[in-house]
């Protein structure tokens, strides 16, 4: 069977209406520093590093007036406009401010999926039955402005794609509502830019074959996106065309990965313990960085011999950076090993996860930039040629070498220190 005939199989299996919502905070950080001092108001704001060689984590949009962007080097962005206001900015406060959106939507939406700090899907199919959708989210969207005070656009659609782009047709701090059947027509005068997963590499390929609006691509066959660019190519012909079946992925706090260690023999040796459980922070710091996740929880477990468990969190910053969860283990663990009682098993779990990466932190320091350069060249060479193959100092004492039992059976090469990873 070929290609087109499966997709056409997959749309007569999925034919089920569905009313998805795409939520984005605008220009999210900004925002936020608006909110703790209005008179950044109508002023062209930076958020991102200090120093020339930091980037723009995000602007305003007096800002994009001067043709600034995100990820544009600082010292170009001031090149552009010499009066722009350069913020830090403070992940912390950012973090609660997307907590407290979070919590609104939670109560609001019977399935919702946090794809990042600043945006949400949203699954209410059904609900026009008993409450029109559009009525209702709009009324959850003022909800949202009301009792934060942070703008937020949406659309509204079939699926997730049309309702992310419908989200970037309405901003700033509007809405937009597709009504079913009318995705091709929505999507064929726009910016093949506007779809998801096409990148600047993407784009110019696109445009040399002559495609620089969605139109184009919807009226190509679909086998010879296959030919050009392979799989990526049917992806991006059903995004254009308006097809999408992935679902929303019910939000979960408790997401977590988790590393426990329990010894052959109990210890009381306080720098062999801090150098394993500094070892597992490195490792699950990689994980996060491979399945592009950031953590906003940390927590430390130690059991004693005597089987006494005890346990201890902190919540912190979105990151998924070595230097910052480190700090957080061994602080935890200074303050938990306390009874100089032996060990029997030590763990840590990084928890309230969402899609993100390190660069959400590029404004929180100088140094910041530096760090994730290092890790994504540490998490190559671990990529290529394994998770032992670049490891801090302090944990290399607990590396033999040695196979160890994953939790469903499999042998695999890790660490004493990392014997029992999982992830769910």
Request: glycine share 6%; charged share 25%.
């Amino acid at each position: 069977m070929d290609t087109k005939m499966e997709l056409f199989d997959q749309t007569d299996n999925n034919n089920k209406p569905r009313t998805i919502v795409h939520m984005d905070l605008d220009t999210f950080f900004v925002s936020c520093e608006r909110l703790i001092d209005s008179r950044l108001n109508n002023l062209p704001i930076i958020i991102g590093g200090t120093t020339d060689r930091g980037v723009v984590a995000s602007c305003s949009y007096e800002a994009r007036l001067f043709g600034i962007h995100s990820a544009m080097p600082i010292k170009m962005a001031k090149e552009r406009c010499p009066e722009v206001i350069i913020i830090r900015g403070n992940a912390d406060n950012y973090t609660k401010f997307s907590r407290n959106v979070t919590d609104i939507i939670k109560e609001a939406s019977p399935t919702y999926e946090k794809s990042s700090i600043d945006e949400f899907y949203l699954d209410l199919s059904g609900m026009d039955q008993h409450y029109g959708c559009l009525k209702y989210t709009s009324e959850l969207r003022q909800k949202i402005m009301r009792e934060t005070g942070l703008p937020i656009s949406f659309g509204l659609s079939s699926n997730k794609t049309v309702s992310k782009i419908a989200t970037g047709e309405a901003k700033p701090n509007n809405q937009k509502f597709i009504d079913t059947g009318m995705e091709k027509t929505f999507l064929n005068p726009l910016s093949v830019k506007k779809i998801p997963m096409v990148g600047l590499k993407t784009y110019q390929l696109l445009c040399s074959l002559g495609a620089k609006r969605i139109a184009t691509i919807q009226e190509m066959p679909i086998e010879l996106m296959e030919n050009i660019m392979g799989k990526a190519g049917i992806a991006i012909w059903k995004k254009a065309n308006g097809i999408d079946f992935s679902p929303v992925k019910q939000y979960n706090e408790n997401k977590s990965i988790s590393t426990e260690r329990t010894f052959d023999s109990d210890t009381t040796d306080a720098l062999k313990l801090k150098s394993i459980i500094r070892a597992m922070a490195e490792n699950t710091a990689f994980q996060l960085r491979k399945k592009q996740k950031v953590s906003a929880c940390v927590t430390v477990k130690i059991r004693y011999a005597d089987f006494q468990t005890k346990t201890m969190q902190k919540r912190i910053p979105y990151t998924a950076a070595d230097h910052e969860i480190i700090q957080t283990v061994t602080e935890l663990f200074d303050k938990l090993f306390t009874r100089r009682l032996l060990v029997r098993l030590v763990g840590i779990r990084l928890s309230d996860l969402v899609t993100g990466n390190h660069q959400m932190r590029l404004f929180d320091s100088p140094e910041t930039d530096r760090f994730a350069s290092l890790y994504q060249v540490m998490d190559q060479i671990r990529l290529r040629y394994g998770e032992q193959a670049v490891i801090r100092a302090d944990g290399m004492q607990i590396f033999n070498g040695k196979k160890y039992k994953s939790r469903i059976g499999e042998p695999v090469n890790r660490s004493p220190a990392i014997d029992n990873q999982f992830y769910f």
